[in-house]
């Protein structure tokens, strides 16, 4: 069983998620970045995932949308790829396209992700970091546009384990 | 969403290590300026200055004593602030878990029966 996520706050303005998966890294790669794969983990239950375009090269473009199946609204993230190294390195900005959501989250900066993968004994350690251009963005960003929109238990979870193979 | 503002101060305060060991050590009790200073080779005002940033942000309080002036740690802003980041590792770990069932079932599958291109 895989540990549990750690986050870190390396400064007021970054938020740095690791976690390690028994996979190895190329697998962990591409459930990051085709389409087909990353539809079935990010995500949230009671949604759906009906835009994932992903262009991945360097000056690449991805969208990103989520749509709440009870009352078809919608949200979403989109930006560009800067860095593309398989299977270590991708970074990307990321803007939050509000939707039909009520978020009063700041539009305008967005934040940077940086996505590194080592791997060691078949086991791949994700290192997952958020710049935020401000505190306050970093704030708002994690306490309203993801918590308040991800507040969903775990037993969506349960039944995917469950379901596994 | 509750005080955001809480939130800036804190980790502000918190990012600095000599602000952090202050408060390990109000953890166990609370303390006066020279017994904060003394593991530290920092001047009293420089530790002053310290105790100001966790008092501004509501971290820490002192206490009646006029003349030892002790701190004792204040943890409802801790609390808030270690709630944030439970929600923050929560939300990761949720799609986390989903992908390990992804990768366990990827891998799990005999090569060539499930080939993609691309």
């Given amino acids: 069983m895989p540990r549990?996520?750690?986050?870190?706050?390396?400064?007021?303005?970054?938020?740095?998620?690791?976690?390690?998966?028994?996979?190895?890294?190329?697998?962990?790669?591409?459930?990051?970045?085709?389409?087909?794969?990353?539809?079935?983990?990010?995500?949230?239950?009671?949604?759906?995932?009906?835009?994932?375009?992903?262009?991945?090269?360097?000056?690449?473009?991805?969208?990103?949308?989520?749509?709440?199946?009870?009352?078809?609204?919608?949200?979403?993230?989109?930006?560009?790829?800067?860095?593309?190294?398989?299977?270590s390195k991708l970074v990307h900005d990321q803007y939050f396209d509000p939707g039909d959501m009520d978020y009063a989250m700041p539009t305008g900066d967005p934040c940077i992700v940086s996505l590194e993968l080592s791997e060691q004994n078949g086991v791949t350690t994700l290192v997952c970091s958020l710049m935020f251009a401000s505190k306050d963005a970093r704030d708002e960003a994690l306490s309203t546009g993801m918590t308040d929109g991800m507040e969903h238990s775990y037993s969506r979870l349960d039944g995917v384990l469950g379901a596994a193979p | 969403m509750n005080a955001p503002k809480h939130l800036d101060l804190t980790f502000a305060a918190l990012s600095d290590p000599t602000r952090r060991a202050i408060l390990a050590r109000l953890a166990t009790g609370e303390a006066s300026v020279t017994e904060l200073a003394e593991p530290f080779e920092l001047s009293q005002p420089a530790i002053s200055k310290h105790l100001k940033v966790l008092e501004r942000a509501g971290l820490i309080s002192m206490g009646v004593d006029a003349q030892r002036r002790p701190r004792k740690l204040e943890p409802g802003r801790l609390e808030e602030a270690m709630d944030w980041i439970e929600r923050c590792r929560e939300t990761f770990e949720q799609n986390y878990r989903r992908l390990d069932a992804l990768l366990d079932e990827l891998q799990a599958t005999p090569r060539g029966r499930k080939r993609t291109k691309g």
Avoid: I
Avoid at chain 1, 23 to 48: F, I
């Fill in chain 1, 4 to 87: 549990p996520a750690e986050v870190t706050l390396p400064s007021d303005r970054e938020v740095r998620v690791t976690r390690t998966f028994n996979a190895p890294r190329q697998l962990v790669w591409a459930a990051h970045t085709r389409p087909d794969l990353v539809r079935r983990w990010q995500g949230y239950e009671g949604w759906d995932m009906p835009v994932c375009d992903m262009d991945l090269r360097v000056g690449g473009k991805y969208r990103w949308q989520w749509r709440q199946l009870e009352d078809g609204k919608a949200f979403g993230f989109f930006g560009t790829f800067t860095e593309v190294d398989c299977p």
